[in-house]
């Protein structure tokens, strides 16, 4: 297969039946955990399925208290030229994006039209910033796609591209699987964030509700 069939705009797709049951199973989780720890803020990509999975957690959670808004800047990584084509269907529609792929890597190829990894960092750093002015001390929840996590926690963790392209290596992030951090004060008095858990997917398990990474991941070669 060299070109993915989909009937409407990446942004317009909406949830799957399992994808709803997958947000409703992550909601319940978060209904049942103490109030303290519930999000007290939604952020979500306004792609279409990134919006009905935080108002399914919303509802479900009972967060009508909880600030949900949409942010264009935790869309997914735009693919530009590439869109919608398969890792066979770049090779053989575009050979020299093939071959730039292969020489400078994921993390920095930027297809015509598209975006690097790098870029998603960029935008996401603007991201953090504005959580730190307006949400600061508040737990916030954001709801985007696999990338996005993935350069958050380059980001977040300080990581390199070497680190960080081995986390992507070992796995897909799972459909609505939970990735916490916890603001911690440092040995030298400043407030970090620490990992709690990565691609947690006990919410869906719990419901016994079926755990996927979004089909497109592994054959794109995101």
């Known amino acids: 297969m060299t070109r993915i069939d989909i009937a409407h705009r990446d942004i317009d797709v909406p949830l799957s039946d399992l994808g709803s049951e997958q947000s409703r199973s992550v909601g319940l989780w978060f209904a049942a955990l103490p109030e303290i720890e519930r999000p007290e803020v939604v952020l979500s990509s306004p792609y279409r399925r990134a919006l009905e999975t935080a108002s399914a957690i919303v509802e479900e959670a009972d967060l009508e208290r909880a600030c949900l808004s949409t942010d264009e800047r935790l869309r997914e990584k735009e693919f530009g030229i590439l869109d919608r084509l398969t890792s066979m269907g770049i090779k053989s529609e575009h050979p020299e994006?093939?071959?730039?792929?292969?020489?400078?890597?994921?993390?920095?190829h930027r297809p015509p039209g598209g975006e690097s990894w790098c870029d998603?960092?960029?935008?996401?750093?603007?991201?953090?910033?504005?959580?730190?002015?307006h949400y600061e001390g508040r737990r916030v929840l954001i709801v985007a796609h696999q990338?996005?996590?993935?350069?958050?926690?380059?980001?977040i963790e300080k990581l390199d591209e070497d680190q960080i392209l081995?986390?992507?290596?070992?796995?897909?992030?799972?459909?609505?699987?939970?990735?916490?951090?916890?603001?911690?004060?440092s040995g030298g008095g400043?407030?970090?964030?620490?990992?709690?858990?990565?691609n947690f997917v006990a919410p869906l398990l719990n419901q016994d509700t079926e755990v996927t990474a979004e089909p497109r991941a592994k054959e794109f070669g995101r």
């Open 120 to 133: 998603v960092i960029l935008r996401l750093r603007s991201v953090l910033d504005t959580v730190s002015l």
């Open 97 to 108: 994006q093939a071959e730039f792929r292969q020489l400078l890597g994921k993390f920095y």
């Open 147 to 155: 990338v996005v996590v993935l350069c958050l926690r380059y980001i």
């Open 190 to 198: 400043d407030i970090e964030l620490k990992l709690v858990r990565y």
């Open 166 to 185: 081995a986390i992507d290596r070992d796995g897909d992030v799972a459909n609505c699987a939970v990735t916490e951090y916890r603001a911690q004060r």
